[in-house]
């Protein structure tokens, strides 16, 4: 099959997270582990890209001039902290009702970010350029990994940074963010994730190399029942993120 036969869309994903779409916001609602963990990630986002571009992270706006994509961007629970950082935001989501929210929400928040409801491959073929890719819990969500990864890295500027976040294929993460936050504690809807779709970081490390992006760091990111936080970890085992670059 050609890549112009190819799809990274996998319908009934879109249509699950499209029946959701009202809960993005809600930080007590279906969502809610996605805003207790984004801290977490904005700060890990904030510090790299400051480093790799020569930015004080502490400055009002230390994204200033740089072009960010938000691929998967759902509701927006990213774009709108990297506009405030200075980005120059494109968050792309094949759900339309998901961009519709998001677009609402940053209308309301007086935030400027470019809502698209289209997809990677849509992105990539149309010549778009990016210096940073987020691309964060949304390969386990793909119908094709690889061909997620090709036209997300075809969007990172020579000398950007592309950002892959997502849950290890573990019995442990299939025990724990699975069974325990889907059945036992009911944290996401029961379906949100799908084990044989997790992705490992070897798996990832690969079809990143087939693509010219170089591993410049990992990290696992682990809760804390005691202090009902998420943190930085040297334990990949469960949830982790990938950054890359792409050789000057």
């Not at 070897?202 to 990111?221: C, F, H, P, Q």
Request: hydrophobic share 40%; with cysteine.
């Amino acid at each position: 099959m050609s890549d112009a036969q190819r799809t990274t869309i996998d319908a009934g994903e879109v249509e699950r997270f499209s029946r959701l779409a009202q809960e993005w916001w809600n930080p007590n609602g279906k969502f809610k582990p996605l805003h207790k963990f984004n801290p977490v990630r904005l700060a890990y986002i904030r510090d790299q890209v400051a480093t790799h571009f020569g930015r004080d992270p502490r400055a009002a706006k230390p994204f200033d001039g740089l072009r960010l994509l938000d691929i998967g961007c759902g509701g927006g629970l990213l774009c709108e902290p990297m506009a405030r950082l200075g980005a120059d935001v494109v968050g792309a989501d094949a759900s339309a009702t998901n961009i519709e929210v998001a677009k609402i929400h940053a209308a309301e928040a007086r935030v400027k970010i470019d809502y698209r409801a289209t997809t990677a491959e849509a992105l990539a073929d149309a010549g778009e350029q990016f210096d940073v890719v987020l691309n964060m819990e949304v390969v386990e969500h793909v119908a094709d990994v690889d061909l997620f990864l090709s036209k997300c890295a075809h969007m990172v500027k020579p000398g950007g940074l592309m950002f892959v976040a997502t849950i290890n294929r573990t019995l442990k993460a299939w025990g724990l963010a699975i069974i325990g936050a889907e059945y036992v504690l009911g944290w996401l809807p029961k379906g949100t994730h799908q084990y044989d779709k997790l992705v490992r970081p070897e798996e990832l490390d690969k079809g990143l190399a087939d693509t010219g992006m170089s591993i410049v760091d990992r990290t696992g990111v682990t809760y804390n029942p005691l202090t009902d936080q998420w943190n930085r970890s040297r334990d990949l085992d469960v949830n982790y993120m990938i950054l890359a670059t792409k050789p000057a």
